[in-house]
C-alpha cells in the first residue's frame, strides 16, 4: 500500500522557517523570517489532515484551495502545487508573507482547534511561489488574442494591478495610472520592508509591464488627467486609489512641529531604502535617529511606525493605545515582533494632546484608561481613570489612528460618483460596478482601510465581471 503522505500533525509539530534575532534585524530592513528549505515545506505540508470541509479555504478571501497546494507541496510536486496556487491568487507570495493568517486560513485550521498548532499555510504559500520564480515558471501574460477594447485603472496598488492582470491575460489593452513615481500601492511605500522587501513587488510590476500593461506613473488623476478625459479613452474604468486621507488628533498643541502621519513617515522610509534622495529624512524632519519616538494607535501602520523608527535607531520606541492587549486592532505576531525589538507597549493609554517647547513637541499628553462594561457589539469601552495622567515625553510623535478616503466627486468634479456616508465608493460588492456607466471600483476606496488579500478579490471579480461585459457587448456588435 502507497505510504500515507498527509495528516502527520500528530507526529510532526508545527515549525516556522527561523526569525533572525531581534538584535540583528533591528539593524536592517531586511524580511525577518528566513526560506523553508524544500524538505521543511514538504513535511510541514504534510501535517494536514486533507480536510472535506476546509475552514481554511472558507475563510480566505480568495478561496485559495489550500488543501491541494497543500498536497502537492508535500508530495514534491511543486511545479503544479505552484499552478493550483497561482490560478486563484494573484500575487500569492505577497500574501504568504504579509496576510493577517491567524485572523484568516490559519486562524480557521482545524488542527489548531484541535490543539496540535495549524499548519503553516501562508509560509508555505510564499515558498511555493518563490520557489516558482526561482525556477522560471512564473510567466507574463501572453492572451492569445489582442483585444481592441481598453480599460484604464486609476491606481497601482494591489487591486489595480489584480485587475489589471486579469484583464491582459483576457488580451484586454490596459493602462495603470498612478500619481506615485513607483508602482504598487501600499505594497511598495506603506508597508516597510522587513515583512515584504521592495524586490517582491517590484518584480511583479515587471512581469505586469512585460506582458503589455502599460504604466502611466507620476501622472494623478483629477489633476494631470481629468476623469472625463479618462473616461472618453478607455471602454471602461476602474477607479482603485486606496484611501490616504489620514485621521489625525485635534487637541492642545496638535500644530507642533514634530508630530506627523504614518503614511508619510513610511512613505520617506520606503524611499530612502531605495537610495532615493528625500529631503524630509534628511533634514531630520522623518527620520527617528537619536529621538524618543511615541507611536499614538494600535493597528497594523502603528506596528510598522514603531519598527521602522527601531531600524532607523531611536533611542526609545513607545506606543500608545487606549484600549489593552487584547483588544488592539494590529496582530500579535507583528505586536511580538515588535515588543523583541525593544519597542514599549503603554496599553490602557489614550493621548489627549501634546506639549511642546517653542512650538516644537516635547511630549504626549496622556490620560491612563481602564475597560468598562461591553457595548452593544461585545466589545468593553475605555473609560478614564481619573487623576492619572501624565506627561510621555517625545522628539517625535507619529499619528498611526487610521485612514478615510478622499473626496473624490469634489476632486474629480463628478458629483454623480455615488460615495457612502463615509466618503467610500458605493459599488456592487461582486463585480465592482458603480451607478455611472464602464465605471468600477475596488480595493480599500470601497471598503475603507481593508487588506491587500481583499484588494486583489475585488481587482479580481472586478476583471472578471468587465471581460464579461466586453464579450456581451461583442456578440451583440457582430449581430
Ligand atoms: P493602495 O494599495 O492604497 O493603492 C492605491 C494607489 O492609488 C496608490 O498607488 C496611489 O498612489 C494611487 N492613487 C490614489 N489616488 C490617485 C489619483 N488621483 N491618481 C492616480 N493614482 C492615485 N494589509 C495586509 O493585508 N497586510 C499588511 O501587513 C498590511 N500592512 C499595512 C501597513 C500599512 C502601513 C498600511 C497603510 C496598510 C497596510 N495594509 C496591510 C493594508 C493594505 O496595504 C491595503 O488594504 C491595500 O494596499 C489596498 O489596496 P488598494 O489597491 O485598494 O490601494
Ligand atoms: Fe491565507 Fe492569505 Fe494565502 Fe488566503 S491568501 S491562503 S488568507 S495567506
Ligand atoms: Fe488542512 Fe487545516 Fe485546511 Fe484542514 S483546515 S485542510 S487541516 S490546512
Given amino acids: 500500500m502507497a505510504k500515507q503522505p498527509m495528516l502527520k500533525f500528530v507526529q510532526i509539530e508545527r515549525d516556522m522557517p527561523e526569525k533572525r534575532a531581534a538584535e540583528v534585524r533591528k539593524e536592517d530592513f531586511d524580511e525577518i523570517y528566513a526560506e523553508y528549505a524544500a524538505t521543511k515545506a514538504a513535511e510541514q505540508s504534510s501535517r494536514c489532515s486533507q480536510c472535506g470541509v476546509p475552514y481554511c479555504q472558507s475563510h480566505c478571501p480568495l478561496h485559495n484551495n489550500i488543501p491541494d497546494w497543500l498536497q502537492l507541496t508535500a508530495t514534491g510536486r511543486l511545479e503544479e502545487a505552484y499552478q493550483v496556487s497561482q490560478a486563484t491568487n494573484t500575487f500569492p507570495e505577497i500574501c504568504g508573507r504579509i496576510c493577517p493568517q491567524d485572523r484568516l486560513c490559519e486562524g480557521n485550521c482545524v488542527i489548531e482547534q484541535s490543539g496540535h498548532g495549524t499548519v503553516t499555510i501562508g509560509t508555505v504559500e510564499k515558498y511555493i511561489t518563490d520557489t516558482a520564480w526561482d525556477k522560471g515558471w512564473v510567466k507574463p501574460a501572453s492572451p492569445a488574442v489582442e483585444r481592441s477594447e481598453s480599460v484604464g485603472i486609476i491606481g497601482a496598488g494591489p487591486g489595480g494591478l489584480a485587475a489589471a492582470d486579469m484583464l491582459r491575460q483576457a488580451g484586454v489593452q490596459v493602462t495603470v495610472y ?164 525593544g519597542v514599549n507597549f503603554e496599553w490602557l493609554s489614550a493621548p489627549k494632546g501634546f506639549t511642546d517647547y517653542n512650538g516644537k513637541v516635547s511630549g504626549v499628553m496622556v490620560q491612563k484608561m481602564r475597560l468598562g462594561q461591553p457595548d452593544a ?103
Fill in 178 to 341: 498612478d500619481r506615485s513615481d513607483r508602482a504598487g500601492g501600499l505594497l511598495m511605500y506603506g508597508i516597510p520592508g522587513f515583512k515584504l522587501e521592495k524586490d517582491v513587488v517590484q518584480r511583479r510590476n515587471d512581469l505586469l509591464a512585460d506582458g503589455g500593461v502599460k504604466f502611466e506613473l507620476n501622472c494623478a488623476i483629477g489633476e494631470d488627467i481629468s476623469f472625463d478625459d479618462l473616461r472618453a479613452k478607455h471602454d471602461a474604468v476602474i477607479i482603485a486609489t486606496g484611501v490616504y486621507k489620514s485621521r489625525d488628533l485635534a487637541g492642545p498643541g496638535s500644530g507642533a512641529k514634530g508630530i506627523e502621519k504614518a503614511i508619510d513617515f513610511l512613505t520617506v522610509s520606503n524611499k530612502k531604502s531605495f537610495g532615493d534622495d528625500v529631503a524630509a529624512f534628511t533634514s531630520g524632519q522623518m527620520n527617528a535617529e537619536g529621538k524618543r519616538v511615541v507611536v499614538i494607535g494600535g493597528g497594523d501602520t502603528a506596528m510598522d511606525c514603531v519598527r521602522t523608527s527601531i531600524r532607523q535607531g531611536a533611542t526609545s520606541v513607545k506606543c500608545l493605545y487606549r484600549r489593552d492587549r487584547a483588544n488592539m486592532p494590529g496582530s500579535q505576531r507583528e505586536t511580538q515582533n515588535a515588543e523583541e525589538e
Fill in 377 to 479: 457589539s461585545g466589545r468593553q469601552a475605555p473609560e478614564v481613570i481619573e487623576g492619572a495622567d501624565y506627561v510621555e515625553e517625545a522628539d517625535l510623535v507619529i499619528e498611526a489612528l487610521g485612514f478615510e478616503p478622499e473626496d473624490l466627486p469634489t476632486l474629480w468634479n463628478q458629483p454623480e460618483l455615488p460615495v457612502t456616508r463615509w466618503g467610500t465608493i458605493k459599488a456592487a460588492f461582486t463585480t465592482g460596478a458603480t451607478d455611472l456607466d464602464g465605471v468600477y471600483a475596488v480595493g480599500d476606496i470601497v471598503r475603507g482601510a481593508s487588506l491587500v488579500v481583499w484588494a486583489i478579490k475585488d481587482g479580481r471579480d472586478c476583471a472578471e465581471a468587465i471581460i464579461r461585459k466586453l464579450n456581451a457587448e461583442a456578440v451583440v456588435a457582430a449581430e
